[in-house]
Every structure is written in structure tokens, then in C-alpha cells.
């Protein structure tokens, strides 16, 4: 090892960190210990938890823990290799046809995660020459796969059909073109217009592709696309992604797909689990139902009427207002993490509620009364 090297790469490192520290956008990862009915330890400190993605609480599930117990013991702990290799356990195609079935699509495809699904599937579908016209609120995963695909990118003002069409008019009638969206936008909670998208693309002749990572089990809305991808990890409370759509298509990502391909297959027990949860939130719809009707109580406890999804965010503006709401929040035994630039745009920090099925009543009444404490200590109207 070069020890100059070493010197120079920990040194700028050091003052990129301090630059952060400056902002308000250091990052920390903090140990926490995940219980039941929302609830964690952290720092020693026991706190109910209004950020996680565990929408349904099925992570915790008996049902779903157990089915990961008898599928590692049945087949090991991990996968072994790539899909391509010998990773590819039958536990993927059950699950794979299970997901088909739930979006109402012909064949769906598993991935490590769905920031590897939209990393893979985009590219193998649009690239050099062709047209990406998306939301410019979609989330991280489906702007990294548009990049990686090469074609050109058209960000449209968030959920203005309008502009989307108009782009999506603008297009080489020799190229493809791709319309992409979330349904649940992660940040803010609203849902996309999908019908009226879907007739921009189908006039246009461009396909849509939309990630549904936070509608999944909770959002009920009639999905005309024909590239529905989601993820695993959220109200599945397992792990992995999965896009569903035209079988040939979704044979093609086995070949075109790198991060399919070159990726080690998702562990026995994860797969396991996932249809589990899947199973579950079939089964038990009321799930569901109580995770949105937690997420509206809220709402209209500080004033938000227009409550859409499981997630509520509250503005503060700067990111050091948020991180002190946040500390206040936590002294008084709530969870719940300060979202920040990069994550969203400058002068949007906001706390990012998330609410589960197995949030109760008397602590979201609670939880209220202190955030709208906090706003007016900032300064912050109803």
C-alpha cells in the first residue's frame, strides 16, 4: 500500500465530511434493535418507530419468521451463486408467479433488491438513441437505470401530464421512448395520475414503466401499465424486487439484465419469507386498511386532509430545523428521521411520517400534539 496514497484519500475524505457537518447533511448510522408494534431500541432507548417501510408489521410476523427458519434449514443460508449458476432455488419461481398473479401480468422476474430491479430492467429495455421522459420526483433507483441505459432523459415537472406528453410528442418517431413513474412517491406520499399517463404513452406510442415500492398492500389503484416494479422490502417485510410484464420481456432481463445476471440469487429464507407476507397480505386485507386509516388520522391531526398513501410528511425547510424536531421527537420516545438534501430538494427538509398497521391509536394522538409543537416552535403555521 502507497502510504501517500492512503494519507490523501483519508485527508480529502475528512474535509468532505466537515463540508457535510457545515450543511446539516453528515450522515450517522445508528444500531437499532426492531420489536414488535413498531417499537425499537436505540442508544438504549426505547422508542415507537414512524419510519419504517414495515407498512403491514409482516417483517415480525410469526408466520413469515417461520417460513424463513424452514427454508434456510431446508436449504442453506445463503443461494450459493447467480441465479445463472446454481443460485436459482425453486422458491423463485413460486414467488415469481405469485407476483404475476397479484399485478395481473403475464410473468414477473425477481431481483437483489428493487434498486437493482430499476438498474437492470431500464437498460434492457431503452438505450443510445432512445427517450426517457420521467417524473423528476422518482426515486433514485429509476434515475441511476436511466443513466446506465444511455438513451436521453426528460424530467417532467412532477406529476404534469402535460409536460410529460409533450416531451413523449417530441421524440424521434424512429426511437423508443419510455414513460416511467412511481405510483406512491416515497418523499411526499401522493400518488401518481396513472390512467391519465398511460394515455399520454399509449397516444404517443411509448411504454410506462412504474415502480409501486410504497403502494404495495396498501394502495388499492387500477394500474394500466404494462412494466409494474416493486419492491420486496417494504410492506412484503422481506427483501428483493421484482418487475412483472410481457413473458418475452421478462425472459430478455435473464440475458440483458446486468444486474441480474451478475448478482448472487436472493437467500432461501428471504424468498421464503416473501411469500409469506405475499399470503398474508391477501389474506388479511385489513392490514392494509388500518396502516392507511393510521396514516389519515394523523393527517387530519395536524391538518393534512388530503392524506394518500401510509406516508406524511411534515415540511421544515432547512435540514437543521428538521434534525432538531426530530431530537425533540425522540427525547419523547418517537422515532422518526430527519430526510435531508440530496434526498429531497434544498429547502424541503421535512420529517417523513410512516405508519403501520400496528401503530395504536393513543400514540398517534400523542405523536400529533408534539409535532405540531415543534412546527410552532419553528415558526411553522398549521
Known amino acids: 500500500m502507497n502510504s501517500k496514497d492512503f494519507l490523501d484519500i483519508d485527508a480529502i ?3 468532505r465530511l466537515s463540508r457535510l457537518q457545515d450543511r446539516g447533511l453528515r450522515r450517522f448510522l445508528s444500531p437499532t434493535d426492531r420489536l414488535v408494534d413498531g417499537r425499537v431500541i436505540r442508544a438504549g432507548q426505547s422508542m415507537i418507530s414512524f419510519s419504517d417501510n414495515d407498512y403491514l408489521g409482516l417483517s415480525l410476523h410469526p408466520k413469515v419468521i417461520d417460513a424463513a427458519i424452514q427454508a ?4 442453506g443460508a445463503g443461494s450459493g451463486a447467480s441465479r445463472l449458476v446454481t443460485g436459482d432455488n425453486p422458491l423463485n419461481e413460486t414467488l415469481e408467479a405469485k407476483l404475476a398473479r397479484m399485478k395481473g ?7 437483489g433488491s428493487g434498486y437493482l430491479a430499476n438498474a437492470g430492467a431500464i437498460p434492457a429495455l431503452v438505450g443510445a438513441g ?21 438513451a436521453r432523459i426528460q424530467s417532467f415537472s412532477h406529476n404534469d401530464v402535460a409536460s410529460a406528453s409533450q416531451y413523449l410528442q417530441e421524440r424521434d418517431a424512429t426511437s423508443h421512448a419510455l414513460l416511467l ?5 416515497s418523499m411526499d406520499g401522493d400518488l401518481a395520475p396513472l390512467d391519465e399517463l398511460a394515455t399520454a404513452a399509449r397516444e404517443t406510442g411509448a411504454w410506462m ?9 396498501i394502495v388499492a389503484q387500477n394500474n394500466p401499465a404494462p412494466l409494474q416494479l416493486g419492491t420486496l422490502s417494504k410492506a ?3 427483501y428483493g424486487g421484482y418487475i412483472a410484464g410481457p413473458t418475452n420481456f421478462i425472459d430478455l432481463l435473464i440475458s440483458r439484465a446486468r444486474t441480474f445476471v451478475y448478482a448472487t440469487g436472493l437467500p432461501p429464507g428471504v424468498l421464503a419469507a416473501a411469500l409469506a407476507a405475499l399470503t398474508l397480505m391477501e389474506s388479511e386485507p385489513e392490514l392494509g386498511r388500518r396502516s392507511l386509516a393510521n396514516a389519515r388520522l394523523f393527517g387530519s391531526l395536524i391538518g393534512q386532509d388530503n392524506v394518500q398513501s401510509a406516508i406524511v410528511p411534515v415540511l421544515y425547510g432547512e435540514a437543521e430545523v428538521a434534525m432538531r424536531a426530530s431530537t425533540t421527537l425522540a427525547q419523547q420516545g418517537f422515532l422518526v428521521t430527519a430526510i435531508r438534501p ?3 430538494p434544498e429547502g424541503t427538509a421535512r420529517l417523513r411520517f410512516t405508519f403501520s398497521a400496528r401503530h395504536k391509536e393513543e400514540d398517534i394522538r400523542r405523536l400529533s400534539k408534539l409535532v405540531l409543537e415543534t412546527l410552532a416552535e419553528a415558526g411553522i403555521g398549521k
Open 13 to 15: 475524505s475528512a474535509a
Open 72 to 75: 434456510t434449514l431446508q436449504y
Open 105 to 111: 401480468l403475464p410473468a414477473a422476474r425477481v431481483f
Open 130 to 150: 432512445d427517450l426517457i421522459v420521467m417524473d423528476e420526483l422518482c426515486h433514485a433507483s429509476m434515475h441511476a437505470g436511466a443513466r446506465l441505459s444511455g
Open 181 to 185: 413513474t412511481e405510483t406512491v412517491f
Open 209 to 217: 414503466m412504474t415502480d409501486d415500492a410504497h403502494g404495495l398492500g
Open 236 to 238: 412484503a417485510g422481506a
Open 342 to 344: 440530496p434526498t429531497v
